[in-house]
């Protein structure tokens, strides 16, 4: 099985900083990389997919990157609207899995 | 518009059968993938297993000895059920379509607590 090692578990920022979080792939996984934010009481929803490609709706402060097997998920100006835990997807393979997860809080 | 819904039970006994059902509507499932996702009270999201649009179906290494996942095309509905219940099997429960992105649509949850 393919393992998803995301760091930080946690994270606290300021509002306008810059925020990263980035999952480390056990594997080769191509581009198959999503990354999800889920607010409390919520279903997780889509930000990034392909590892670079953001989904509709999704605001352009969020990026996505690739360098070899380690993807990176940026906020480039955080809002009080982000907090909430963010997760990857690897879905280059069955079983498909989740990083650990990062809950960001604003400081 | 793509909607996804769960229902099914919100109490299960410990070692009974656990059966759920989404309900689809905006798209078609045999040309996308409906998987099922589950997150225990506090903690993170887990694959559990899904059905392809060609009907084929993968699960997670760790449940695939008491999971099944299944569907009727004419009703639009992908069904979960999965045997042998345990106090740690409690979580809420997403159906999740892997459209033109993987989990670009998700249900509201269901949420499973085991318990006699």
């Known amino acids: 099985d393919i393992q998803m090692t995301q760091s930080p578990a946690s994270l606290s920022a300021s509002l306008e900083e810059i925020v990263t979080i980035t999952c480390q792939a056990s594997q080769d996984i191509g581009n198959w990389l999503a990354w999800y934010q889920q607010k409390p009481g919520k279903s997780p929803q889509l930000l990034i997919y392909?590892?670079?490609s953001l989904a509709d709706g999704v605001p352009s402060r969020f990026s996505g990157s690739r360098s070899g097997t380690q993807y990176s998920l940026k906020i480039s100006r955080l809002q009080v609207e982000d907090i909430g835990i963010y997760y990857c997807l690897q879905a280059y393979s069955a079983p498909l899995t989740f990083g650990s997860g990062t809950k960001l809080e604003i400081k | 518009q793509v909607q996804l819904k769960e229902s099914g039970p919100g109490l299960v006994q410990p070692s009974q059968t656990l059966s759920l059902t989404c309900t689809v509507s905006g798209f078609s499932l045999t040309s996308n993938s409906v998987h099922w996702v589950r997150q225990p009270p506090g903690k993170g999201l887990e694959w559990m297993g899904g059905i392809w649009g060609d009907g084929s179906t993968d699960y997670n290494s760790a449940l695939k000895s008491r999971l099944s996942i299944s569907r009727d095309t004419s009703k639009s509905q992908v069904f979960l059920k999965m045997n042998s219940l345990q106090t740690d099997d409690t979580a809420i429960y997403f159906c999740?379509?892997?459209?033109?992105?993987?989990?670009?649509?998700w249900g509201q949850g269901v949420m499973v607590t085991v318990s006699s």
């Open positions: 999740t379509r892997f459209g033109g992105a993987p989990f670009d649509y």
């Open positions: 392909g590892a670079t």
